[in-house]
T-cell receptor, first 116, second 113 residues
Framework: GAVVSQHPSWVICKSGTSVKIECRSL??????MFWYRQFPKQSLMLMAT?????????EQGVEKDKFLINHASLTLSTLTVTSAHPEDSSFYIC????????????FGPGTRLTVL | GENVEQHPSTLSVQEGDSAVIKCTYS??????FPWYKQELGKRPQLIID?????GEKKDQRIAVTLNKTAKHFSLHITETQPEDSAVYFC????????????FGTGTSLTVIP
């Protein structure tokens, strides 16, 4: 149980275009999901907390107009990187917790974004 | 916000030896401390976690200790094996209601056969 998937697993796009990444909880409902960014050989940096039915909460320094988050259902959160630039190239990972008193987060397999 | 520091950044040990990775955190409200193992290009996998009401937890060859007063916690791996080679991350969270994870900078562990 507690499986999280992401789609696509990798994407290459041209500078200036927008890219949407999906995060799904496959066997549980996730009222809250989290989005992280990981540059090569670096740590996971929390970008935002995605809340079902309400606005996402962004970490300090993360541009909410550039990284649009939508959590329209209890099993799906999407991250849209708008007007992508080469510096946005990174590994984007989502996670969710069970909200049952367990604090563990279950991570998706990640999406490798390359902006040319 | 929370600031988690992790040391060392790289660690090489001989197979069978022990490995210790240390983390410190800044926010005294943090009360959940997981450790994740990540292989290259893959998702992080939870290996052990500890809550602030416990000082130590052990699972076979892996143990975690927590000193809440000093705001530091450590991962101990005994009898290391080559398959333990990976990047390990510690994290801190306030838990229920505010379960954002703030990760340490990571430790690349190499176990030499």
């Amino acid at each position: 149980g507690a499986v999280v998937s992401q789609h696509p697993s990798w994407v290459i796009c041209k500078s200036g275009t927008s890219v949407k990444i999906e995060c799904r909880s496959l066997d549980f409902q996730a009222t809250t999901m989290f989005w992280y960014r990981q540059f090569p050989k670096q740590s996971l940096m929390l970008m935002a907390t995605s809340n079902e039915g309400s606005k996402a909460t962004y970490e300090q320094g993360v541009e909410k107009d550039k990284f649009l988050i939508n959590h329209a259902s209890l099993t799906l959160s999407t991250l849209t990187v708008t007007s992508a630039h080469p510096e946005d190239s990174s590994f984007y990972i989502c996670s969710a917790d069970l909200r049952t008193g367990r604090f563990e987060q279950f991570f998706g397999p990640g999406t490798r974004l390359t902006v040319l | 916000g929370e600031n988690v520091e992790q040391h060392p950044s790289t660690l090489s040990v001989q197979e069978g030896d022990s490995a210790v990775i240390k983390c410190t955190y800044s926010d005294s409200a943090s009360n959940y401390f997981p450790w994740y193992k990540q292989e290259l290009g893959k998702r992080p996998q939870l290996i052990i976690d500890i809550r602030s009401n416990v000082g130590e937890k052990k699972d076979q060859r892996i143990a975690v200790t927590l000193n809440k007063t000093a705001k530091h916690f450590s991962l101990h791996i005994t009898e290391t094996q080559p398959e333990d080679s990976a990047v390990y991350f510690c994290a801190a969270s306030k838990g229920v209601g505010s379960n954002q994870f703030y990760f340490g900078t990571g430790t690349s562990l190499t176990v030499i056969p």
